[in-house]
């Protein structure tokens, strides 16, 4: 009996950890890096983020969208606007997991 309560606090530790916003980017990171997959994506809001400006973008993978957000953070980004094409590398498992590939060189 004693084992198995053992078992249930680790399952119960390890997915508290896995979906902790301290190690989740991490995580992230780590699937973006070595199972990458790029696609288009298109701005279609702007918002501010906890007082960040920030680009919603959005992009669509076997007919299902998906959308999320990226700070502007550097001169380079700050002249994209809503409407404007943009490349993104997303988890080829789960597209959820997703970033901007690069602001420079928008579409």
């Not at 960040?52 to 957000?69: A, L, Q, R, T």
């Not at 980004?77 to 943009?86: C, R, Y």
Request: charged share 20%.
């Amino acid at each position: 009996m004693k084992k198995i309560w053992s078992f249930i606090a680790t399952v119960c530790f390890f997915s508290t950890i896995g979906n902790s916003t301290l190690i989740k980017p991490h995580i992230d990171e780590f699937l973006l890096r070595h199972y990458p997959q790029q696609t288009k994506a298109v701005i279609i809001d702007e918002l501010l983020e906890y007082h960040h400006p920030s680009y919603i973008y959005m992009f669509k993978i076997d007919g299902e969208e998906y959308k999320n957000s990226e700070y502007k953070n550097n001169a380079a980004n700050s002249t994209l606007k809503v409407g404007d094409t943009i490349e993104i590398k997303y988890y080829k498992y789960n597209p959820a997991i997703n970033t901007l590939l690069h602001f420079k060189n928008h579409i």
